[in-house]
């Protein structure tokens, strides 16, 4: 391996770090940028964040969002999972959309919740 750089996205600084081969790293400014930098060279992993499609709501689509990270090679694969799915109103924040989404033991679960839209009569 060369020596890799990268933009610690941990937090919002964003510092550009160098990584050598022997994972030694340089250019962060705290522990987690260390850390970072060493996850992302030998596991990459990502939350995923995307929206469903929902009837019956003032919204027609619902933010979901992962319980935690997942590889990062499997995130694209998610999002068209997740994308397959329809939902109907009521939705709490929380709900599980899909549990255990391409067996990583991670599930998706709905940002917000979501009342049944009720038109009135006047």
Known sequence: MSEKQLICIVCPIGCHLKVDEAFNVS???CKRGLAFAKKE?????RMVTTTV??????????PVVSTTDVPKHL????VREVQKVELSAPIVEGD????????TGVDMIAARDLELYKISKS
Do not use: F, S
Request: proline content about 3%.
């Open 27 to 29: 250019g962060n400014q």
């Open 41 to 45: 060279l030998t596991n990459p992993t």
């Open 53 to 62: 499609r929902i009837k019956g709501a003032i919204h027609n689509r619902l």
């Open 75 to 78: 995130v694209e694969k998610i």
């Open 96 to 103: 599980v959309i899909l549990a255990n989404i391409l067996e």
